[in-house]
């Protein structure tokens, strides 16, 4: 299974803008869709957006419309996710999370996904 872990967590005002990035080992990445949850106190660990490594589709909740985007580099195995006009309520733990593409649906549900990163904090002020 492929290995997880997060980086870019921090400390931003509101408005702001942050890029999150998740580096993927001992797995082949082109089998998997990547996706970012996010974890805030007394919530549910939600999904946030995903990517499907071979075609680069994408999948983003409502909330992150707009703001948010994600990618994926290929050469450096990496998926990265922009935040930008960060609300407080964006405030979180976000992880990374990789779950194996054997259909042709990007799963949205957390129990589905198989591999996860420790998190990264990201606190939004206002």
């Known amino acids: 299974q492929v290995q997880l872990a997060e980086s870019g967590g921090g400390l931003v005002e509101a408005g702001g803008s942050l890029r999150l990035s998740c580096a993927a080992s001992?797995?082949?990445?082109?089998?998997?869709?990547m996706a970012w949850f996010r974890e805030a106190p007394w919530k549910e660990r939600e999904f946030v957006a995903a990517?499907?490594?071979?075609?680069?589709?994408?999948y983003y909740t409502d909330s992150v419309k707009g703001r948010f985007s994600i990618s994926k580099d290929n050469a450096e195995n990496t998926v990265s996710l922009q935040m930008n006009s960060l609300k407080p309520e964006d405030t979180a733990v976000y992880y990374c999370?990789?779950?194996?593409?054997?259909?042709?649906?990007?799963?949205?549900?957390?129990?589905?996904?198989?591999?996860w990163g420790q998190g990264t904090q990201v606190t939004v002020s206002s």
């Open positions: 001992g797995g082949i990445v082109s089998r998997y869709v």
């Open positions: 999370a990789a779950h194996g593409a054997y259909g042709n649906t990007i799963k949205v549900t957390r129990n589905d996904y198989i591999s």
């Open positions: 990517i499907r490594w071979r075609d680069g589709e994408i």
